[in-house]
């Protein structure tokens, strides 16, 4: 039993794993069969990828509860889940950002190839967040508040963006199909991870509506804006999330 938070967090490894591969392969491409040419299209893998990064985060979150359920802890533990978390969250968003640019380039008249350099900045979402992990490895941690938005938040709106542009709520999907809007979302969402922003967590002691009362508005605002927006619902969930955090005084707890 000591054994299975590692397993958990293996699992969400593994995860993102497949989330890259199904991410890598989210292109239309040209196959041959017979001698005969044809288009096979891929953008349904990216959906798949998105799937499974928001599975992994669902084996990030048990991880931890049953360390503490079971009360193990280990340096191998913690190392293993950052390593575990920036290929699920910071990786294999970044490439999900990478096929965003590609295609947003791709839909220019006369486009032919992409340029890697106006490509490469899809990347900098997984340096930031390695380093936000750094960071927060190595500064004691609070259980009242997280310092910068934690990489598992921040991947999980980017996981999102398949789905958005799959069903373009409210024209948000083809609006994000501009290189320098996807430009604007890496810039804020790099700064978000690595801010000095301070942002309540979901642990609780000794419940009380007073003490927590902005958890329990930001869970009930998720689940009643699912039916209006959608997949927007994650996004909107993202911003509500930091707005309400600047209300909040972690300093109650």
Same mark, same amino acid.
């Given at each position: 039993?000591?054994?299975?938070?590692? *397993?958990?967090?293996?699992?969400?490894?593994?995860?993102?794993?497949?989330?890259?591969?199904?991410?890598? $392969?989210?292109?239309?491409?040209?196959?041959?069969?017979?001698?005969?040419?044809?288009?096979?299209?891929?953008?349904?893998?990216?959906?798949?990828?998105?799937?499974? *990064?928001?599975?992994?985060?669902?084996?990030?979150?048990?991880?931890?509860?049953?360390?503490?359920?079971?009360?193990?802890?280990?340096?191998? !533990?913690?190392?293993?889940?950052?390593?575990?978390?920036v290929v699920s969250f910071g990786v294999a968003p970044s490439m999900i950002l990478f096929k965003m640019l590609w295609a947003a380039y791709m839909m220019k008249p006369h486009a032919i190839d992409?340029?890697?350099?106006?490509?490469?900045?899809?990347?900098?979402?997984?340096?930031? !967040?390695?380093?936000?992990?750094?960071?927060?490895?190595?500064?004691?941690?609070?259980?009242?508040?997280?310092?910068?938005?934690? @990489?598992?938040?921040? !991947? =999980?709106?980017?996981?999102?963006?398949?789905?958005?542009?799959?069903?373009?709520?409210?024209?948000?999907?083809?609006?994000?199909?501009?290189?320098?809007?996807?430009?604007?979302? *890496?810039?804020? =969402?790099?700064?978000?991870?690595?801010?000095?922003?301070?942002?309540?967590? =979901?642990?609780?002691?000794?419940?009380?509506?007073?003490?927590?009362?902005?958890?329990?508005?930001?869970?009930?605002?998720?689940?009643?804006?699912?039916?209006?927006?959608?997949?927007?619902?994650?996004?909107?969930?993202?911003?509500?999330? @930091?707005?309400?955090?600047?209300?909040? $005084?972690?300093?109650?707890?």
């Amino acid at each position: 039993m000591k054994h299975l938070p590692n *397993i958990l967090t293996l699992a969400n490894l593994f995860c993102g794993c497949i989330a890259i591969a199904f991410i890598l $392969k989210s292109q239309p491409f040209i196959s041959e069969s017979q001698e005969v040419q044809y288009w096979v299209t891929g953008t349904p893998q990216a959906y798949y990828g998105s799937l499974f *990064i928001f599975i992994a985060a669902v084996f990030d979150l048990f991880d931890g509860m049953v360390a503490r359920w079971l009360g193990v802890h280990s340096p191998i !533990g913690k190392d293993l889940d950052s390593l575990a978390d920036v290929v699920s969250f910071g990786v294999a968003p970044s490439m999900i950002l990478f096929k965003m640019l590609w295609a947003a380039y791709m839909m220019k008249p006369h486009a032919i190839d992409v340029s890697m350099i106006g490509l490469a900045p899809a990347f900098l979402f997984a340096c930031f !967040g390695a380093l936000r992990l750094a960071r927060f490895n190595n500064s004691g941690g609070s259980t009242a508040y997280f310092t910068g938005v934690p @990489i598992p938040a921040a !991947g =999980l709106v980017v996981a999102s963006f398949p789905l958005i542009n799959l069903y373009n709520p409210l024209g948000v999907g083809l609006g994000m199909q501009n290189e320098w809007i996807l430009y604007a979302i *890496i810039a804020v =969402l790099c700064w978000l991870m690595v801010s000095q922003i301070r942002l309540f967590t =979901l642990k609780f002691s000794g419940f009380s509506f007073k003490k927590y009362w902005a958890q329990v508005l930001w869970v009930l605002l998720t689940l009643a804006s699912v039916p209006f927006l959608k997949t927007l619902s994650i996004p909107f969930s993202f911003l509500l999330y @930091i707005t309400l955090s600047f209300a909040y $005084k972690p300093s109650e707890q």
